[in-house]
């Protein structure tokens, strides 16, 4: 009885909820390391989004205009970032954790300033979620993958692309020689600041659809620090997904279940709530230490200089 | 030239300073806000409900912050003790405790009152809630209203103040004795986390839960947003809740108004005692908001209209178990760090 608590269509859901913005952060990080650069920002940018998102929706009454809000403002850092540490030559970690405390004091004070508290906005029209009568038809999967929001779908679509960029397509194949080896790309003919450029500023627009989902799509108001450290798990899960797309995916997938799967352990009432709440890092912990073997980055992030 | 800008610099920090030389005469009530800061239809506005009504009645100026952080706490307490213009100042949050035992300590003259923490220190009065009596009341209501016959709880974080609440809760189910159980506690394990806490309160209703308590600060939303989307029976706390949603029923009300203005009123009246004090529902320090009285003041406050009735006959048991409680006839019980 209690294995069907456990582990039913509910919680294979939660799963796929859960796991969505890591998805998206952790294939965003995956895009700037493998041009090269860290991006330690990644939270600061899913938080930023997720504020942009829920006020473009409170201004203008359309989600829509909240989700394409969302992607702007993670672009709009993405490329701060991008110029200041590819052609200034900044430090990537400085800028990074300098875009972490952005987020967190500009979010704070515009909501402040719109909703008269700066810990939670008010409620707006979330994005719908979307039904497939085809998905009907389909045993076990269909329920799963049915009546999820457009940003579940764009997820997938997003690391089934990204992979097929990376691997099998000569820009793909440009951009992972520009974060091994910058000289040779170089000497190939490769503008390796543009292609740098670009990645950070693609990446960082993916890490702030993460940030959209959480606060348009799983709930439909913007709270401050909602974030909550899914920028930094997104990080490690790029790690244990050794920067690879189809890695990442499941690596975000692995987190969202054992989220998933301590929040229904706890009801269960077996554990203390303390030792639950640990699961999900001990399962980071134990992946990264015993399974993942020598994680080796695509990169050595240092800034190019061109002689 | 730097020379001009200079004298200008000390000719604006003389004028910034002139007021507060004028002024002098008269002591004023300090408020120093949780970080949460004004406009969270909680703790804050509330505070600042109570100290304004204190300093209408008495007559005498309010000055009030917003810290942004837990490190600006000991500036704020230190600025305010050091310009000796203030008569008593109350500091809210439990989070402001250990930097208010070191300034008592260096201002043994100020006044301080504390909300929902203790600091032991002579001239510091800590003003606690027993909020398992207000969690008693409402597992009163959820146990009448859940027609699963399962209730689900949602709670911050394992730590003793939120484990006040559920005790009294679970306590308030048994005695309401209608066969209801309560699940385990599920914790969020963070305070701003809305996303956990909608997902836990959903593991909770997918496992036949149709009344949801969360006591979890901004990871509360999430929780009581799942209660929205799922067309389950959601309860709040510390302030009336119910504004969020038509079907959130109830909230367990901490009246922290009510305690930060009679801690004001006896500064001024010169009948303040420092050490703990601790009150409850006997003394209208902990409540429902369903009750007629509360019902009317929440509704005014936050300017909304409670949508479903709860029937009389629940809140006939609602109020006799405040007169019980009140009374002393029934003894809720407390974590142990609380002395239960």
């Known amino acids: 009885m209690e294995i069907g608590v456990l582990f039913n269509l509910s919680m294979l859901q939660a799963t796929i909820r859960m796991a969505t913005p890591l998805t998206f952060a952790a294939l965003g990080g995956m895009f700037c390391e493998r041009a090269g650069v860290v991006n330690i920002g990644l939270e600061g940018i899913m938080l930023n989004s997720a504020f942009w998102a829920v006020f473009a929706t409170h201004f203008s009454g359309s989600p829509g205009i909240g989700l394409l809000a969302g992607v702007l403002s993670g672009m709009a850092l993405g490329a701060i970032l991008a110029l200041l540490t590819v052609k200034y030559y900044a430090d990537q970690i400085v800028i990074g954790t300098g875009i972490n405390i952005f987020g967190l004091g500009f979010s704070a004070f515009v909501c402040q300033k719109i909703w008269g508290s700066r810990g939670a906005s008010g409620v707006v029209a979330g994005l719908p979620p979307l039904h497939f009568s085809f998905l009907d038809k389909i045993p076990y999967l269909g329920p799963l993958l049915n ?50 450029m670009i990645f950070v500023t693609i990446g960082s627009t993916l890490a702030g659809l993460g940030g959209v989902f959480l ?29 690879t797309p189809v890695g990442c995916f499941l690596a975000s ?41 020598k994680a080796t980055p695509p990169s050595d992030y240092k800034p190019y200089i061109k002689k | 030239m730097k020379k001009r800008s200079f004298l200008m610099l000390i000719i604006m920090v003389f004028l910034l300073l002139l007021p507060s030389v004028c002024w002098g005469e008269g002591k004023k009530i300090g408020l120093i806000l949780a970080t949460g800061g004004l406009g969270d239809k909680s703790f804050n506005d509330i505070s600042y409900a109570g100290a304004v009504r204190a300093s209408e009645e008495l007559g005498v100026e309010l000055d009030y912050v917003e810290p942004q952080a837990v490190a600006e706490f000991e500036g704020y307490q230190r600025d305010f003790a050091s310009s000796q ?37 002579p001239n510091v009065a800590s003003l606690l809630f027993k909020a398992n009596e207000g969690g008693f009341l409402l597992g009163v209501q959820a146990a009448y209203m859940s027609e699963t016959k399962k209730i689900g709880i949602v709670g911050g974080m394992d730590i003793p103040l939120i484990r006040d609440f559920f005790i009294g809760f679970r306590e308030g189910v048994k005695w309401a004795d209608t066969g209801a159980e309560v699940l385990p506690t599920a914790y969020v394990g963070a305070w701003t986390d809305p996303t956990k806490g ?78 703990i004090l601790e009150k409850g529902v006997a003394e209208g320090w902990i409540s429902n908001c369903r009750f007629p009285e509360e019902q009317s003041f929440w509704e005014e406050t936050f300017n909304f209209k409670h949508q479903v009735e709860i029937p009389s006959e629940v809140m006939q048991k609602v109020e006799e178990a405040r007169e019980k409680i009140s009374k002393g006839e029934i003894k809720v019980p407390r974590p142990e760090e609380f002395g239960g």
């Open chain 1, 147 to 196: 009546n999820n929001t457009i940003l579940v779908y764009i997820s997938f679509l997003a690391f089934i692309l990204s992979h097929y960029f990376l691997f099998y397509t000569p820009w793909g194949l440009r951009l992972r020689a520009v974060g091994e080896n910058p000289q040779s790309a170089d000497t190939a003919g490769i503008d390796v600041h543009l292609y740098k």
């Open chain 1, 215 to 243: 606060s348009l799509a799983h709930l439909n108001f913007f709270a401050w620090g909602m974030t909550s450290g899914r920028g930094f798990i997104a990080l490690a899960a790029m790690i244990f997904g050794k920067w």
């Open chain 1, 253 to 293: 997938l692995l987190f969202g279940f054992a989220d998933a799967l301590q929040m229904r352990i706890q009801t269960l009432g077996i554990l203390p709530p303390q030792i639950i709440l640990l699961l999900p890092y001990l399962i980071t912990i134990l992946v990264l230490t015993g399974l993942v073997g």
């Open chain 2, 85 to 121: 213009e203030y008569e008593i100042i109350v500091c809210v949050g439990f989070d402001q405790a250990d930097a208010l035992d070191k300034i008592a300590q260096e201002f043994p003259e100020q006044k301080f009152a504390l909300v929902d923490m203790t600091v032991d220190q």
């Open chain 2, 198 to 275: 909608k997902e836990l309160a959903l593991s909770l209703i997918d496992q036949g839960c149709d009344v949801i308590w969360a006591a979890a600060g901004k990871s509360g939303l999430g929780a009581l947003e799942a209660t929205k989307e799922r067309g389950v029976y959601g309860m709040g706390v510390d302030a009336c809740q119910c504004y969020l949603g038509e079907r959130i029923i109830a909230s367990e009300t901490k009246r922290v108004d009510i305690a930060v203005y009679e801690t004001i009123k006896s500064a001024f009246e010169g009948t303040f005692q420092g050490g």
